[in-house]
């Protein structure tokens, strides 16, 4: 029994070192450009095929990334980012102004907003649209329904991430 599991280790073993030292040979192989009688161009992994050529490519090098960076980019965002020095200040009064203009437009565009969907609503009628006279066929009558049901769901989104932003203003 102990014969078997030093043969299995030892083979387990060489699988491993098998998979370690193939590993660079897998990860770049060779690419073949084939051309059939019809001219066509495919590149393939194997050249077994009539018309194929061996394409010289240059060798893929990777390098990694260093250690450092990775525990200064950690480290950066964690705090908050604070302006360079010369970078200039707005007064508190200005900011509030424009804070303030800032919900206003806000508030003016969910108003917009509202009322274009209360329009749309009224033509939707509830999935029940009344057929204009240019609308003879059922491809017009139908587009025309999907259009209104895109634009109602377009505009209760925009309502939505109106009603958002304004919420997340100070």
């Known amino acids: 029994m102990k014969q078997y599991l030093i043969g299995f280790g030892a083979l387990f073993g060489l699988a491993c070192v ?3 030292t193939s590993a660079p ?3 770049q192989s060779d690419v073949y450009l084939c051309v059939d009688a019809n ?3 495919e590149y393939k992994n194997t050249g ?3 018309g194929c050529k061996l394409v010289d490519l240059p ?3 990777t390098i990694p990334a260093p250690a450092s960076a990775k525990k200064v980019a950690s480290a ?3 705090k908050p980012a604070a302006s360079p020095g010369g970078f200039p200040k707005v007064d508190e009064g200005t900011q509030k102004a424009r804070d303030s203009d800032r919900k ?3 508030l003016d565009e969910l108003k917009v907003e509202e009322q274009k969907l209360e329009a749309i609503k009224k033509e939707y009628n509830g999935g029940e649209v009344e057929r204009r006279a240019d609308e003879r066929q059922p491809a ?3 587009e025309r329904v999907n259009n209104l049901k895109n634009d109602l769901a377009r505009t209760e989104k925009n309502i939505e991430a109106l009603k958002r932003e304004i919420s997340n203003l100070k």
Do not use: C, D, M, P
Request: aromatic residues 4%; hydrophobic residues 45%; without cysteine.
């Open 25 to 27: 040979v897998l990860a």
């Open 18 to 20: 098998a998979i370690t």
């Open 76 to 78: 950066t965002s964690a």
């Open 140 to 142: 017009k009558y139908v």
């Open 104 to 106: 206003q437009i806000l």
């Open 39 to 41: 001219g066509k161009k």
């Open 48 to 50: 077994i095929t009539k």
């Open 59 to 61: 060798q893929v090098n």
